[in-house]
Nanobody, 114 residues
Framework: VQLQASGGGLVQAGGSLKLSCAAS????????TSWYRQTPGKQRELVAS???????HYADSVKGRFTISRDNDENTVNLQMGSLNPEDTAVYYC?????????WGQGTQVTVSS
């Protein structure tokens, strides 16, 4: 199983960015897939998740600003991020869980300038 995260970059405060997580060796539609983020010296925190049935959960800090979605045809899970602020600056990781096994992608850096 391999996950490939992409879409990070530098954006100004108030801007938007879309992250994408592509998978090989696993089908997202039968797994729970999440986006996490981590800043130096802090624990990795859950940002959003989407279950196999499509149920979504969001961290309070991103509710109303971020949207997680899944494209079953492309086998990708996307994170649309809006109204970004400098506190959203972090390395973002995607993770998928299937039958108690976690699979992580490499991180993608998101930097929000003020």
């Amino acid at each position: 199983v391999q996950l490939q995260a992409s879409g990070g970059g530098l954006v100004q405060a108030g801007g938007s960015l879309k992250l994408s997580c592509a998978a090989s060796g696993i089908t997202f539609s039968v797994a729970t897939t999440s986006w996490y983020r981590q800043t130096p010296g802090k624990q990795r925190e859950l940002v959003a998740s989407i279950g196999s049935g499509g149920v979504r959960h969001y961290a309070d800090s991103v509710k109303g600003r971020f949207t997680i979605s899944r494209d079953n045809d492309e086998n990708t899970v996307n994170l649309q991020m809006g109204s970004l602020n400098p506190e959203d600056t972090a390395v973002y990781y995607c993770k998928t869980t299937r039958r108690s096994h976690d699979y992580w992608g490499q991180g993608t850096q998101v930097t929000v300038s003020s």
